[in-house]
T-cell receptor, first 112, second 115 residues
C-alpha cells in the first residue's frame, strides 16, 4: 500500500506532556498538510508544506504546536505542554501540486 | 475566511433510493470543491471533486453539481447500497482567506442506508 501513513495511530498522554506525530506522504507528492478533527466536526486546516517549506499556518496553530518537514519527505507535528482541549484526531494529507489531497488514517490523541 | 455550511446533518434513505447532500460556501474566490467519505476510525477518502469551471461531474453512481452564482454545490448518490453508509464531508479550497491551499470542510452528513 503506497498511501499516506501516520504513526502512532493512537496516543494517550497526560496533560503537560509533549507529544510528536509522524506522517509519511505518498512518494512524489510535494505538498503535505496537517488537519485536526474533533468529534462530530469536519477536519480543520492547521498548516501545509511545499517540499520542506512551511507555506501557511492557520490561526488554530498555537505557539505550542510546531511542524517540520526537514527533507521534503516525512513530516512531524509536535505539541508541547498538552492540554485537554488538544484531544482530537490529527490528520495528514498529501497531494501533487494543486491537485487532490489524499488523507492518512490519522493519529488519535487523548490528553488525560 | 471561507465558511462552508452542509445539510442535512443526518440523512436516512432506503436501500436503492437516491441521496442528496447540499453545501454552500461563502468565498466567491473558492475554485475547487471535493467530497470525502469517512468511515468510523478511518481518514477521509476522496470520492469525487469538481472545479469552478465545470457545472457537473459524474462517476458511476456519484455525481456532483456546482452553482457558482448561488455559491452552492451538491452530492448525489443514486441506487444507494449498504456500503454507502458513512459520514460525508464537503469542502472548498482556493478562497482569499487564510489557508489558501488548505481545505475548509463542512460539518458532515451522516448517511444511513436502511436495508
Amino acid at each position: 500500500d503506497t498511501g499516506v501513513s501516520q504513526n502512532p495511530r493512537h496516543k494517550i498522554t497526560k496533560r503537560g506532556q509533549n507529544v510528536t506525530f509522524r506522517c509519511d506522504p505518498i512518494s512524489e507528492h510535494n505538498r503535505l498538510y496537517w488537519y485536526r478533527q474533533t468529534l462530530g466536526q469536519g477536519p480543520e486546516f492547521l498548516t501545509y508544506f511545499q517540499n520542506e517549506a512551511q507555506l501557511e499556518k492557520s490561526r488554530l496553530l498555537s505557539d505550542r504546536f510546531s511542524a517540520e518537514r526537514p527533507k521534503g519527505s516525512f513530516s512531524t507535528l509536535e505539541i508541547q505542554r498538552t492540554e485537554q482541549g488538544d484531544s482530537a484526531m490529527y490528520l495528514c494529507a498529501s497531494s501533487p501540486l494543486f491537485n487532490e489531497q489524499f488523507f492518512g488514517p490519522g493519529t488519535r490523541l487523548t490528553v488525560l | 475566511g471561507e465558511n462552508v455550511e452542509q445539510h442535512p446533518s443526518t440523512l436516512s434513505v432506503q436501500e436503492g433510493d437516491s441521496a442528496v447532500i447540499k453545501c454552500t460556501y461563502s468565498d466567491s474566490a473558492s475554485n475547487y470543491f471535493p467530497w470525502y467519505k469517512q468511515e468510523l476510525g478511518k481518514g477521509p477518502q476522496l470520492i469525487i471533486d469538481i472545479r469552478s469551471n465545470v457545472g457537473e461531474k459524474k462517476d458511476q453512481r456519484i455525481a456532483v453539481t456546482l452553482n457558482k452564482t448561488a455559491k452552492h454545490f451538491s452530492l448525489h448518490i443514486t441506487e444507494t447500497q449498504p456500503e454507502d453508509s458513512a459520514v460525508y464531508f464537503c469542502a472548498a479550497r482556493g478562497g482569499s482567506g487564510g489557508g489558501a491551499d488548505g481545505l475548509t470542510f463542512g460539518k458532515g452528513t451522516h448517511l444511513i442506508i436502511q436495508p
